[in-house]
T-cell receptor, first 113, second 112 residues
Framework: DARVTQTPRHKVTEMGQEVTMRCQPILGHNTVFWYRQTMMQGLELLAYFRNRAPLDDSGMPKDRFSAEMPDATLATLKIQPSEPRDSAVYFC???????????FGPGTRLTVL | SQKIEQNSEALNIQEGKTATLTCNYTNYSPAYLQWYRQDPGRGPVFLLLIRENEKEKRKERLKVTFDTTLKQSLFHVTASQPADSATYLCALDSGGYQKVTFGTGTKLQVIP
């Protein structure tokens, strides 16, 4: 049963620290998405990749967030420096072409103190 | 400005009845619309996709309608069961490759 995996599942850190979240998309999926979910804003798209190339990162605060796909089996989202307002659940999702369906991972719950 | 509206209040319904959730949008021209289910502590799970040229789509006890004139989608759960209790999110095509924008979701509670 193919699934998107994310690590860590939970992260508590202090303001100013670097945070790295990792995602392993489903093998063979060409598109990878990063979302952030909060009670106030709901699910927001931060960035997404097609065949490892960034397609859109307009939802991401550029000064502190960065997203990469070093290879087809790994996507990373980094926050440096982290701030309390970054506290949220971060989801990775992947999707196969040509389908528009997205398969979500379990999320990383980030708390920045 | 662009807006996707789902009823933020929880919908409570008796087991066996049909639950109907709405998704209204403004300033979008989506080629398709999706519905996802999200359980507490989990990621959303894809349920159905309906395209702009389709009026209705069904999957088991689920039915989705899409009215591009009214700019509205309705999501029906027939013969609802307590296991259907979850938050349901609509997502609209946002004009990029597979890019969608999500509504904030409606929580459905099915009471035994």
């Amino acid at each position: 049963d193919a699934r998107v995996t994310q690590t860590p599942r939970h992260k508590v850190t202090e303001m100013g620290q670097e945070v790295t979240m990792r995602c392993q998309p489903i093998l063979g999926h060409n598109t990878v998405f990063w979302y952030r979910q909060t009670m106030m804003q709901g699910l927001e798209l931060l960035a997404y990749f097609r065949n490892r190339a960034p397609l859109d990162d307009s939802g991401m605060p550029k000064d502190r967030f960065s997203a990469e796909m070093p290879d087809a089996t790994l996507a990373t989202l980094k926050i440096q420096p982290s701030e309390p307002r970054d506290s949220a659940v971060y989801f990775c999702a992947s999707g196969p072409l040509p389908s528009d369906e997205q398969f979500f991972g379990p999320g990383t719950r980030l708390t920045v103190l | 400005s662009q807006k996707i509206e789902q009823n933020s209040e929880a919908l409570n319904i008796q087991e066996g009845k049909t639950a109907t959730l709405t998704c209204n949008y403004t300033n979008y021209s989506p080629a398709y619309l999706q519905w996802y289910r999200q359980d507490p502590g989990r990621g959303p799970v894809f349920l159905l996709l309906i395209r702009e040229n389709e009026k209705e789509k069904r999957k088991e006890r689920l039915k989705v309608t899409f009215d591009t004139t009214l700019k509205q989608s309705l999501f029906h759960v027939t013969a609802s069961q307590p296991a259907d209790s979850a938050t349901y999110l609509c997502a609209l095509d946002s004009g990029g490759y597979q890019k969608v924008t999500f509504g904030t979701g409606t929580k459905l509670q099915v009471i035994p």
